[in-house]
């Protein structure tokens, strides 16, 4: 499957009717092109397309998100990252980690499963002039 078919099956949602980039058809083809940067090169080629999808969908993702900030849309979510919970009696506290991370952190966001391909690369054999 090519990059741009990969961006169709797993998120539908940028080409159904009402979707965010359904007839904008040069921001999608944007998108995939300026997500070919990021294509693993260690990876088979369909999983480089794959990656190049998934990296797509976060660059699309990104956009809708300062669009709507940036026209003061109501109800724009930031995502805060992992959330952690203490309670202690009847006390209960719950923490953000708001890093200042750009990205979502959840594990079905566009550049988490983007960040699982290219992890894949980072794993191997290190050589060394010693062998």
């Not at 940067?37 to 088979?44: D, E, G, N, T």
């Not at 480089?48 to 900030?69: G, P």
């Not at 959840?106 to 391909?117: D, S, V």
């Amino acid at each position: 499957m090519t990059p741009a078919e990969h961006l169709a099956f797993q998120y539908p949602r940028f080409f159904v009717a009402g979707g965010p980039w359904h007839q904008d058809e040069e921001a999608r083809a944007n998108a995939l092109q300026r997500a070919e940067a990021y294509r693993p090169r260690c990876l088979s080629d369909e999983l480089q397309n794959e990656a190049q999808a998934h990296y797509a969908a976060h660059i699309l993702d990104a956009r809708v998100r300062d669009l709507r900030a940036g026209a003061g849309q109501a109800g724009v979510v930031v995502p805060s990252g992992p959330v952690t919970s203490e309670r202690e009696g009847d006390i209960a506290v719950t923490y953000a980690d708001a890093s200042g991370s750009d990205h979502a952190t959840g594990p079905a966001t566009p550049y988490a499963r983007w960040q699982a391909l290219h992890r894949l690369c980072g794993r191997g054999a290190i050589l060394t002039r010693f062998g």
